[in-house]
Protein backbone atom coordinates (compact mmCIF):
# COMPACT_ATOMS: atom_id res chain seq x y z
CA UNK A 1 0.00 0.00 0.00
CA UNK A 2 1.39 3.49 -1.24
CA UNK A 3 0.54 5.66 2.01
CA UNK A 4 0.39 9.54 1.10
CA UNK A 5 0.73 12.25 3.72
CA UNK A 6 0.77 16.33 2.83
CA UNK A 7 1.97 18.66 6.26
CA UNK A 8 0.13 21.73 6.73
CA UNK A 9 1.16 24.42 8.92
CA UNK A 10 -0.86 27.53 9.87
CA UNK A 11 -2.82 26.37 6.49
CA UNK A 12 -0.31 26.29 4.28
CA UNK A 13 0.75 23.20 2.82
CA UNK A 14 4.46 22.84 3.81
CA UNK A 15 5.46 19.50 2.22
CA UNK A 16 3.96 16.04 1.54
CA UNK A 17 5.44 12.47 1.70
CA UNK A 18 4.71 8.97 -0.70
CA UNK A 19 5.68 6.03 1.18
CA UNK A 20 5.51 2.28 -0.23
CA UNK A 21 4.42 0.29 -3.52
CA UNK A 22 0.75 -0.31 -3.97
CA UNK A 23 1.53 -3.97 -4.51
CA UNK A 24 -1.89 -3.10 -7.39
CA UNK A 25 0.61 -4.98 -9.96
CA UNK A 26 3.90 -6.48 -10.86
CA UNK A 27 6.72 -4.05 -10.18
CA UNK A 28 7.21 -2.48 -13.65
CA UNK A 29 3.34 -2.99 -14.48
CA UNK A 30 1.81 -1.29 -11.56
CA UNK A 31 0.07 1.59 -13.23
CA UNK A 32 -1.11 3.50 -10.32
CA UNK A 33 2.17 3.12 -8.80
CA UNK A 34 3.16 4.82 -11.58
CA UNK A 35 0.88 7.53 -11.93
CA UNK A 36 1.55 8.40 -7.86
CA UNK A 37 5.12 8.94 -9.10
CA UNK A 38 5.00 11.31 -11.64
CA UNK A 39 2.71 13.57 -9.64
CA UNK A 40 5.48 13.41 -6.57
CA UNK A 41 8.30 13.71 -8.95
CA UNK A 42 6.60 16.88 -10.78
CA UNK A 43 6.75 18.55 -7.42
CA UNK A 44 10.64 17.94 -7.00
CA UNK A 45 10.93 19.07 -10.65
CA UNK A 46 8.84 22.40 -10.16
CA UNK A 47 10.27 23.10 -6.75
CA UNK A 48 13.68 22.23 -6.57
CA UNK A 49 15.00 22.26 -10.18
CA UNK A 50 12.26 25.35 -11.96
CA UNK A 51 12.14 26.96 -9.01
CA UNK A 52 15.53 26.44 -7.36
CA UNK A 53 14.06 26.24 -3.34
CA UNK A 54 16.09 25.16 -0.75
CA UNK A 55 13.49 22.85 1.00
CA UNK A 56 14.26 19.17 2.16
CA UNK A 57 13.82 16.41 -0.19
CA UNK A 58 14.59 12.53 0.17
CA UNK A 59 13.85 10.30 -2.56
CA UNK A 60 14.33 6.27 -2.20
CA UNK A 61 12.56 3.35 -3.52
CA UNK A 62 9.43 3.31 -2.44
CA UNK A 63 9.73 6.61 -0.90
CA UNK A 64 10.03 10.49 -1.26
CA UNK A 65 9.56 13.33 1.18
CA UNK A 66 9.31 17.21 0.43
CA UNK A 67 9.28 19.68 3.26
CA UNK A 68 9.49 23.42 2.83
CA UNK A 69 10.38 25.99 5.51
CA UNK A 70 6.73 28.43 5.91
CA UNK A 71 8.89 31.15 4.08
CA UNK A 72 9.22 29.28 1.01
CA UNK A 73 5.58 27.44 1.16
CA UNK A 74 3.57 30.67 1.31
CA UNK A 75 4.76 31.55 -2.14
CA UNK A 76 1.59 31.61 -4.26
CA UNK A 77 2.71 29.26 -6.69
CA UNK A 78 4.39 27.05 -4.26
CA UNK A 79 0.84 26.15 -2.76
CA UNK A 80 -0.45 26.16 -6.06
CA UNK A 81 1.78 23.43 -6.99
CA UNK A 82 0.90 21.42 -3.73
CA UNK A 83 -2.79 21.73 -4.01
CA UNK A 84 -2.28 20.51 -7.78
CA UNK A 85 -0.58 17.44 -6.48
CA UNK A 86 -2.92 17.18 -3.67
CA UNK A 87 -5.91 16.90 -5.82
CA UNK A 88 -4.38 14.86 -8.21
CA UNK A 89 -3.42 12.24 -6.38
CA UNK A 90 -7.02 12.24 -4.58
CA UNK A 91 -8.33 11.78 -7.91
CA UNK A 92 -5.88 8.82 -8.71
CA UNK A 93 -6.97 7.29 -5.82
CA UNK A 94 -10.59 7.90 -5.73
CA UNK A 95 -11.40 4.32 -6.04
CA UNK A 96 -8.16 2.78 -4.99
CA UNK A 97 -8.16 2.41 -0.78
CA UNK A 98 -6.93 -1.11 -1.41
CA UNK A 99 -3.83 0.24 -2.42
CA UNK A 100 -3.57 3.99 -1.51
CA UNK A 101 -4.16 5.95 1.38
CA UNK A 102 -4.34 9.80 1.84
CA UNK A 103 -4.54 12.09 4.87
CA UNK A 104 -3.85 15.95 5.69
CA UNK A 105 -1.97 16.28 9.10
CA UNK A 106 -1.60 19.49 11.20
CA UNK A 107 1.88 20.01 12.40
Given amino acids: MTKIT???KDNLIIGFEVKGHTGKDDYGEDLLCCQLSTVAQLAV??????????G????SDGFLKIMLEPKEAEQEKVQYLFNTCLQSFK???IDEEKYAKLEVKNV
Fill in 91 to 93: SII
Fill in 6 to 8: FYK
Fill in 56 to 59: FKEI
Fill in 45 to 54: VGLFEIEKLK
